[in-house]
Every structure is written in C-alpha cells, then in structure tokens.
C-alpha cells in the first residue's frame, strides 16, 4: 500500500471516551503532521513531528495526546473530548529539511463528538 | 511572517466556463508555491506546484504561474468541468519551514 493512510475514516464518540486515530505512510518522509479542519474555518496545524521527534505543538488542548512511535506511524489519542473537536483530522508527512517539497495527505478522519 | 491570501468563495460557474482563483502571498526569501484540491469528503491532493519565479505548473488542464513582481500565483483553468467542483488551497514553503495555506476556495461548477 502507498501514501499516507489514516484510520477510522469516521469516528463518533461520547465525551467521556477514550479514541485513538492512526495514521501510516509508506513514503520513506520523516516528517509527519495533525491538522484539524472545521467548517468554514481554515486548517489548522495541530502537531508536527520531525525524525519522530515533536518539533510543533500549536497551544492544542490536551485531550489531544499525539505519538509517533516510528517514522512510519502516528496517533492522535483522544480523551474527554467537547462537543466543538468535531471536525476532520487529516494526517499528512513530507521529507523534511530543506529540499522544497509538499505534503502528501491521508483522506482524513471525521470525528463526531455527541 | 509568512503568509497566503486567496479570494472569497464559493465561486460557482456553468460548465466549461473560465475559472481564475486568485492567490496572493507574503513571504521572505523565495518560497516554492501550490495549489492543492479537495474533492469532498477527502484530503488535500497537490494538485500542481512552482519552485521559481516565471515557473509555470501545470495538471488536469489547470495552471499557474509564478508572479515575482505581483506575488501571485493565480490558479485558471479553460473550461471547467463539474467534477472540478471541490475546494482549492494556495500554499506555500520556504526552506526549513512548513507549508502554510490559505483559507481555501469553493468552487461549485453546475450543468
């Protein structure tokens, strides 16, 4: 399988659950990215992890709990989530450094906080 | 800091209509610029890229071309069609840095 794939492709879930979503690419990039889309609002940077280290952390909430355990996989784990972090999370990675690259994206995750 | 401008959407247009999606930017050094798409319910695809000024990209019929002078990197294609209908983002990247987007434009193409 190639490119960036991300897991579950729709999430519904209460406020007291604990969810995690994945994401994996099969890209060779050291660099992987959270972003959060909500409607009408732009994409927001969330988490930026470089060589598997987190390098960005843009004053995100902490129920949002992020692990790269390689450079191939990342996890948004998710817990006591509000009703307003409904949105669609979309992973991304690149080959960071300096050579001018873009992103490769995954097709996201549509989260529904009830 | 950097940053990108598109114009407001939606925009909405008949088939094989001309569509300009105007972009804008601000940026320090000499940033590569993108135009990605999403089609709905999916995530962003690049859909084409210049590296230098006077660079023109090019796919699907789509292009745009790297305006030193103006800072713009206007997205225009001939004839639209209606499975052109998605959102398109305008970004940019310097080096060591991350790509940053614009707001995003709707496009809606009807029969």
Same mark, same amino acid.
């Given at each position: ?17 604990? =969810? ?19 409607? =009408? ?10 060589? /598997? ?20 996989? !990342? ?26 690259? +873009? ?12 | ?46 859909? !084409? ?7 023109? +990209?090019?796919? =699907? ?7 030193? /002078? ?5 997205? /225009? =294609? ?25 707001? +995003? ?7």
């Amino acid at each position: 399988e190639t490119g960036v794939t991300q897991t579950p492709r729709h999430l519904v879930m209460g406020m007291t659950n604990k =969810k995690s979503l994945k994401c994996e690419q099969h890209l060779g990039h050291n660099a992987m990215y959270w972003y959060k889309q909500s409607a =009408k609002k732009p994409l927001e940077l969330m988490f930026v992890y470089s060589l /598997e280290e987190r390098v960005e952390n843009n004053s995100v909430p902490s129920r949002f709990s992020p692990e790269c355990p390689n450079s191939s996989h !990342l996890f948004l784990h998710l817990h006591t989530l509000q009703p307003e972090d409904s949105a669609l999370y979309l992973c991304a990675s690149s080959q960071g450094g300096g050579e001018i690259v +873009g992103y490769t994206f995954g097709s996201g995750t549509r989260l529904t906080v009830v | 800091g950097n940053s990108v401008t598109q114009m407001e959407g939606p925009v909405t247009l008949s088939e094989e209509a001309f569509l300009t999606i105007n972009c804008t930017y601000t940026a320090t050094g000499y940033p590569s610029l993108f135009w990605y798409v999403q089609y709905p319910g999916e995530g962003l695809q690049l859909l !084409l890229k210049a590296t230098k000024a006077d660079d023109k +990209g090019s796919n =699907k019929g789509f292009e745009a071309t790297y305006r030193k /002078e103006t800072t713009s990197f206007h997205l /225009e =294609k001939g004839s639209v069609q209606v499975s052109d209908s998605a959102v398109y983002f305008c970004a940019l990247k310097t080096s060591y840095d991350k790509v940053i987007f614009g707001p +995003g434009t709707s496009l809606s193409v009807i029969p």
